[in-house]
């Protein structure tokens, strides 16, 4: 249920930032579009962490609905803070946020490309029962944090030097 309306949430948020696109509204449409990707992924981060329900919950599942939950609200909140910085810092956040998104749901589409990138740390995770693109799909997610909170670091800087 969640997730119907996580999709929801996005495809309103988004069709009224098409709109204000469209009546050359550029920064609010950036910012709507950014609160509907951070409201969806929150969304979704609270649905899994009710798998921590009693019905539904299994020891051997703790690291994965955790880095899974996190990855999810990570990468909505690093591009929704860089929405507010500029289009090139919302750029970059929003391409580590759907590069998080992709590596997430590359399990569902049947490959793990996590294990490329993760080498010899990969049976270690396997062994806690994350898939290694679940594992990878956190790092993305917190660079958008990073580039976001480095972007308005930057910027602090830059204006106290003038």
């Known amino acids: ?7 929801f949430v ?7 930032a098409f709109g204000l696109l ?3 509204r550029t920064r609010a449409a950036r910012i709507l579009f ?8 929150t969304i979704a981060a609270l649905g899994i962490l009710s798998f921590f329900a ?26 929704f ?11 970059a956040a929003l391409g580590c946020a759907v590069a998080s998104l992709v590596l997430m749901a590359s399990p569902l589409l049947g490959a793990d490309w ?15 029962g994350i898939p ?3 594992a990878t799909s956190l790092l993305p997610a917190v660079v958008s944090v990073g580039i976001a909170v480095w972007s308005i670091q930057n910027r602090g800087s830059r204006v106290a030097s003038r």
């Open 34 to 41: 950014a609160a509907g990707l951070l409201g969806a992924a």
């Open 22 to 24: 469209i009546v050359q």
């Open 114 to 128: 996590g294990r490329r990138l993760l080498g010899g740390l990969g049976p270690r995770l396997a062994e806690l």
């Open 81 to 91: 803070i860089a929405a507010f910085r500029g289009v090139r810092t919302y750029a």
């Open 132 to 134: 290694l693109s679940v």
């Open 1 to 7: 249920m969640a997730g119907y309306l996580a999709v």
């Open 10 to 16: 996005f495809g309103i948020t988004s069709l009224v």
């Open 54 to 79: 009693p019905e539904f919950y299994h020891q051997d599942d703790t690291p994965l609905i955790v880095v899974t939950s996190a990855s999810l609200f990570l990468a909505g909140a690093g591009q």
